[in-house]
């Protein structure tokens, strides 16, 4: 089996020796090529067969130039998988790299002993995200998705929902809203369906009539109202 062919591309030149070196130790894989910054790696993808792109987030300065040649080569060159080896572990920088870049894996440079079982698991079509990009990564789905229902409840669904926390009727909460009792029901199961569009397998979701409680209980799970 031929061995696995990986390119190097960081700016700092010891770091960069340190990883040559380290990976050439590895009789699996085979260091292509190494370059400094974005208009050395893209003359290099022309000219060399790359598998596995290790690629720095900062190739000039702070100017997250690897993350704007991740999203450039993932158009161009949509097979090359890419592992971004950065010493950033800001959440945002890794979410926009895995969704916008589309990279294959984050790992920080602190855990660079942990590349050759990446690329092995990446080129196999095994990869898994490295644990020190993992967990930021999942808080910031976790977030957006949290933000996204919020946005999507009216302000009036919100007081409906803030009312019936507090234990009031529907007839009690129209009256403070100044609305039928009808109304209030159709907004309850407007906010049913927006939740059941989110979470179609939850089974109190496939009732035809909305459930006050589970309602509530699903409110508060999900932190609508904070």
């Given at each position: 089996m031929p061995p696995i062919q990986v390119f190097v591309c960081d700016d700092?030149?010891?770091?960069?020796?340190?990883?040559?070196?380290?990976?050439?130790?590895?009789?699996?894989?085979f260091v292509s090529g190494a370059a400094a910054n974005k208009h050395q790696l893209l003359?290099?993808?022309?000219?060399?067969?790359?598998d596995i792109l290790l690629l720095d987030?900062?190739?000039?300065?702070?100017n997250y130039d690897g993350l704007e040649v991740a999203i450039e080569l993932q158009s161009s060159e949509p097979d090359l998988k890419?592992?971004?080896?950065?010493?950033?572990?800001?959440?945002?920088v890794m979410t926009h790299a895995i969704t916008y870049g589309r990279v294959s894996n984050y790992i920080t440079k602190e855990h660079y002993r942990d590349i050759p079982d990446?690329?092995?698991?990446?080129?196999?079509?095994?990869?898994n995200l490295h644990h020190s990009s993992a967990g930021k990564f999942m808080r910031r789905v976790s977030s957006s998705y949290e933000e996204e229902l919020k946005r999507k409840?009216?302000?009036l669904q919100k007081e409906i929902l803030r009312y019936l926390q507090q234990g009031k009727s529907t007839a009690e909460i129209a009256e403070l809203l100044f609305y039928n009792e009808q109304s209030v029901n159709n907004e309850l199961c407007k906010i049913t369906k927006l939740i059941k569009g989110k979470f179609p397998y939850l089974e109190w979701l496939r009732l035809k009539k909305h459930n006050r409680q589970q309602l509530l209980e699903m409110t508060t799970q999900l932190r609508l109202l904070d």
């Open positions: 700092d030149p010891l770091f960069r020796e340190l990883i040559v070196d380290y990976l050439s130790r590895e009789p699996d894989l003359k290099a993808v022309e000219e060399i067969d790359i987030i900062n190739l000039t300065g702070s890419i592992i971004v080896l950065s010493s950033l572990d800001e959440e945002v990446s690329i092995r698991g990446i080129a196999a079509g095994k990869g409840l009216t302000s």
